[in-house]
Nanobody, 115 residues
Framework: QVQLVESGGGLVQPGGSLRLSCAAS????????MGWYRRAPGKQRELVAT???????NYADSVKGRFTISRDNAKNTVDLQMNSLKPEDTAVYYC?????????WGQGTQVTVSS
């Protein structure tokens, strides 16, 4: 089992940057995949970015070139650097971990992009 706690959300102007961090309650070296998802108002939750234990990364087309996912196995964290933010990036962002066949979610952190 693993608990996930997100931080770093907030209000930012269009074109600005935010860095989200997800802290895991256990060593993440053996966690198959970790990632970030988001749910915008009135929409379903969607993938933003994932990173495997081997370091392979996957991004949604809508964030490629703007967002960067990274993991620090020593700190047991997965971060999401978000640059050139747009109003359509406004959503609750969730951290997810996949351990064998089990999926774990954090409580989410709100990101609002508005002038």
């Amino acid at each position: 089992q693993v608990q996930l706690v997100e931080s770093g959300g907030g209000l930012v102007q269009p074109g600005g940057s935010l860095r989200l961090s997800c802290a895991a309650s256990r060593n993440i070296n053996s966690i198959n995949s970790m990632g970030w998802y988001r749910r915008a108002p009135g929409k379903q939750r969607e993938l933003v970015a994932t990173i495997t234990s081997g370091g392979s990364k996957n991004y949604a087309d809508s964030v490629k070139g703007r967002f960067t996912i990274s993991r620090d196995n020593a700190k047991n964290t997965v971060d999401l650097q978000m640059n050139s933010l747009k109003p359509e990036d406004t959503a609750v962002y969730y951290c997810r971990a996949v351990v064998l066949l089990n999926v774990y979610w954090g409580q989410g952190t709100q990101v609002t992009v508005s002038s």
